[in-house]
């Protein structure tokens, strides 16, 4: 922790060096720009913007990141607000209170509570995660190979459960990513899967999964069942129809301080869980403000400011929560964290327990960086947001070619090799099809980032433990962290019985 | 035939059981693959087949119940068709809507794309993949959607230029445009 304080002052001067700039304004923009379309969340907004980082160093990729996530949370907002038409699925709750305070002659106010509760809730969580961050970092520091391979079981276990319809759908997509991993090159110099193949010795790039099972299916669907589509024209709100007191007022403030703080609490705690996500904490947010706020429930809905800033603050929120177990313990807890932890990968440091002392300034600079985004979002929010509204207006017949492009031409950047642009586009139709017959695909890529650290472990311990499996399981922290890997299991196993019989009483009846 | 192909309607709970299976069966093989590593020679480790044995297994085990989960389950009654496309597709008891004549069309285009990068260079190879890609999705009369394919064919060219050749300076095959763009 007192690295990471020494770090700063040099941090804050490079917050104000050009590169750090143009990488926060150019993040935050496209973040905005690609959550304001439909269909884009921030997992593909990442994956598609994965290839320009390839030449960035490792601080300011990450600052970039952080940026568009931050800023493709609220991006998704200002469609939900003005027409209706969420940007991301976080958003869909925005739009009960959002919506109708815009049709009510108040769209400014509307969109300035989302960005302002955006904000807060960004720079609140950021506060907490550099707290609690490096505290399990410190506690995790402790842990052997052992136990690292059973904190990695604890994370599959928890992708698996809460990803898909029923957790063995989630889990035969886990299954799948830690196979992929396998494919190539082992540790100790084995090939595996290769079938003789050149182009598989290396294995399959991090780059080519995130683009196929995040960006690509997206992609195949715009192209696919958007090509004669007769779009029906969206109307974003006119100035016309605004009051003349359209704006953030003071008493605003006062009325959403409890707000705040809740939403930024649960969105924190809800980024913190693996497999939960923005579009959960949203939810739970706005369902919490209504069990708690003063205002009668049946106001809720009617467009309220209560309602706006509840899941604005807590999807927001969920960025910097997402980063506790992603930079303290190496379990990516959602699509976005797997590409953040992919990017810092690809630059050299690997993520986990050691990265908080062995990188105390880049921890540092998200810290720091994570400040100045959501300052940068406010600013460039406040001047552009509703310009933003008619980019969710593209039509998605050209999206679609556009976005294709980027995906196979950002892949071929990678290394200049074709082979790889292959993968992706089969493994797009793979996850494509997987998308069509209900499996979820965000979980093959958690696994895939997880697999090669849950396997260098377990092959670590074992052979630190001479190839006896029975004493790596049976030490006294691994043994806890994976009974709560049996006890996440059992419990979504059980839920997901209970939900599957009460929709077959309701069929029934 | 054609028409057929692009208005595919496949039972999601027959397809899903039928790509279940066929993962089963590849997962099998695989897992037999697995099992013909060589062991290891390092004291302890537990060999290259060791994880993926474990990974495949998970493959094996989830697939087989989400096989009989999904057998057990009643069907459900067929809902009535959504106005919206993108809605269609998020309805999870609705059949499966497949253009596989798209489908098709995008994957030939892309590794043509691919084949004629080099060859052709950037410039002339994204042009024409964009065209392609654009032409048949623009919503009007063909020499005017003819004319608009070509302009924003062109103009997504010269982005992507700027993009990746200029802006993150990758190193793309060209034909006639600069590499670098320097004052000098």
């Not at chain 2, 997962?27 to 495949?56: C, H, M, N, V």
Request: aromatic share 10%; with cysteine; hydrophobic share 50%.
């Amino acid at each position: 922790m007192e690295n990471i304080f020494t770090n700063i002052g040099p941090v804050l001067m490079d917050m104000g060096s050009l590169p750090v700039i143009i990488a926060i304004v150019a993040g935050v923009t496209l973040g905005i720009v690609l959550g304001a379309l439909p269909g884009f969340g921030s997992s593909q907004s990442l994956a598609l913007l994965f290839p320009l980082t390839f030449t960035m160093p490792a601080d300011v990729a990450i600052i970039f990141f952080l940026a568009v996530y931050s800023a493709a949370e609220y991006g998704g907002s200002i469609p939900a607000i003005l027409i209706r038409t969420p940007g991301t699925p976080a958003q869909a709750v925005t739009v009960l209170d959002g919506y109708a305070m815009a049709q009510k002659g108040f769209p400014n106010r509307a969109l300035k509570i989302s960005l302002i509760s955006g904000v807060l809730g960004g720079l609140t969580s950021t506060i907490i995660f550099i707290l609690v961050g490096g505290w399990i970092a410190s506690i995790a520091l402790e842990f052997g190979p052992g136990e690292m391979f059973a904190l990695g079981i604890f994370g599959l276990s928890i992708i698996g459960s809460f990803f898909g319809r029923d957790p063995t759908r989630g889990f035969l997509a886990a299954g799948l990513g830690l196979f992929l991993s396998t494919i190539g090159t082992s540790d100790f110099g084995g090939m595996r899967f290769t079938f003789n193949q050149s182009f598989l010795a290396d294995g399959i790039p991090l780059v080519v999964v995130i683009i196929a099972f995040l960006a690509g299916p997206e992609a195949l669907r715009l192209l696919i069942n958007h090509r004669k589509t007769i779009e029906k024209p969206k109307t974003v709100l006119q100035i016309s129809t605004q009051k003349a007191d359209d704006r953030f007022l003071k008493s605003d403030i006062r009325r959403l301080i409890p707000t705040w703080i809740r939403g930024s609490l649960i969105g924190t705690a809800i980024g913190a869980l693996p497999g939960a996500g923005a579009s959960i904490g949203s939810l739970i947010a706005y369902g919490e403000e209504k069990r708690w706020s003063r205002r009668p429930k049946s106001e809720f809905g009617t467009g309220v400011a209560e309602g706006i800033a509840a899941p604005e603050t807590a999807n927001n929120a969920v960025v910097a929560g997402t980063l506790v177990p992603s930079l303290a313990l190496g379990i990516p807890g959602s699509g976005s964290a797997a590409i953040l932890l992919s990017v810092l990968i690809s630059k050299g440091v690997v993520p986990g327990p050691l990265l908080f002392g062995a990188e105390p300034r880049l921890i540092t600079s998200m810290f720091i960086g994570l400040i100045f985004i959501n300052l940068w979002l406010l600013l460039l929010g406040l001047i552009y947001t509703r310009g933003f509204a008619h980019i969710s207006k593209v039509s998605r017949r050209i999206l679609g070619p556009c976005v294709f492009i980027v995906i196979l031409l950002g892949t071929y950047a990678y290394a200049n090799y074709t082979a790889h642009v292959m993968m992706v586009i089969v493994l797009s139709l793979l996850a494509y099809w997987m998308v069509k017959i209900d499996i979820p695909v965000v979980p093959v890529v958690l696994a895939f980032v997880m697999g090669p650290i849950v396997e260098s472990n377990l092959s670590r311990a074992m052979t630190i433990h001479s190839g006896d499996l029975s004493v790596v399981l049976t030490r006294p922290i691994t043994l806890i962290i994976l009974g709560l890997a049996l006890a996440t299991f059992v419990y979504s196993a059980i839920s997901s019985m209970r939900s599957s019989l009460s929709s077959t009483n309701e069929m029934k009846e | 035939m054609p028409s057929r192909l692009r208005k595919l309607v496949l039972p999601r709970r027959r397809s899903f059981m039928i790509s279940i299976f066929i993962l089963l069966i590849g997962t099998a093989y695989l897992f037999w693959e697995a099992t013909q590593l060589p062991p290891s020679l390092l004291k302890g480790y537990p060999g290259d087949g060791f994880f993926p044995r474990i990974a495949l297994a998970v493959i094996l085990v989830c697939g087989i119940a989400a096989l009989i989960r999904e057998a057990a389950s009643k069907q459900p009654v067929a809902p009535s068709p959504a106005d919206d496309i993108d809605d269609a597709d998020d309805d999870k008891d609705a059949p499966i809507n497949l253009d596989v004549v798209e489908v098709f069309l995008i994957v030939a285009f892309s590794l043509l794309y691919m084949r004629l990068l080099k060859p052709l260079g950037l410039e002339i190879a994204t042009s024409l993949f964009m065209f392609a890609l654009l032409f048949p999705r623009l919503p009007m009369r063909r020499p005017t959607a003819a004319l608009i394919a070509v302009v924003g064919a062109v103009a997504t060219t010269l982005i992507v230029y700027g993009a990746f050749v200029l802006g993150l300076k990758v190193g793309l095959p060209l034909k006639f445009l600069p590499q670098y763009l320097s004052g000098y």
